[in-house]
């Protein structure tokens, strides 16, 4: 009996090696599927955050300017007509830019040069809303619901499937 060598394999079982490609290959696609599973799980969980911290420095730190309006442009798409209004707005003697997407009334209705009530954070003026009031929180709100219910779905999707694959194809 020769236990030290591997080509002494019984007469019965067929011994296969599988090519290095092909195993690179399994890898590289295994990790590409981890990822983007994790992904599409964290991404939702990022932009909630980001939404709630854009939420609470408007709402603690917002203040009421009027800036205005500097560009205008339209995209109009099949189905789909975006309306986007450019503005700036001065903030302790320096300048900030933003834009904010409208309905086509108010794209209709504002020329460059109008005022424009802006919304600013004190704290961190690159954030700010073309609106007259402070922020509703309703937005962080359905995009944290619509975070929760995307996770839940898909662990729920994953954990399944993950369950099918790991009985046994011979169980009854």
């Known amino acids: 009996m020769n236990l030290g060598n591997d080509s002494a394999a019984p007469p019965n079982v067929i011994k296969t090696q599988r090519p290095i490609l092909a195993v690179i290959v399994g890898i590289v696609g295994a990790s590409v599927f981890l990822l983007l599973g994790i992904g599409l799980l964290v ?26 309006c500097i560009d205008r442009y ?45 919304f600013y954070s004190t704290e961190d003026p690159t954030i700010s ?3 007259d009031t402070k922020p509703s929180i309703a937005a962080p709100m359905a995009i944290t619901l619509f975070a929760v219910v995307w996770v839940v779905l898909l662990s729920v999707y ?10 046994s194809p011979f169980a009854r």
Not at 79 to 95: A, M, Q
């Open 74 to 118: 339209s995209m109009i798409d099949e189905g789909t007509d975006d309306y986007t209004i450019g503005y700036r707005f001065y903030h302790n003697g320096r300048e900030y830019t933003g834009f904010a997407y409208v309905s086509e009334s108010d794209y209709r209705n504002i020329a460059i040069g109008d005022p424009l009530p802006i």
């Open 129 to 131: 809303e073309l609106r």
């Open 158 to 167: 994953f954990f399944r499937r993950g369950k099918n694959r790991l009985k």
């Open 43 to 68: 991404l939702p969980v990022v932009i909630s955050a980001l939404e709630w911290q854009h939420w609470q420095q408007l709402d603690t730190s917002g203040l009421m300017t009027v800036g205005e």
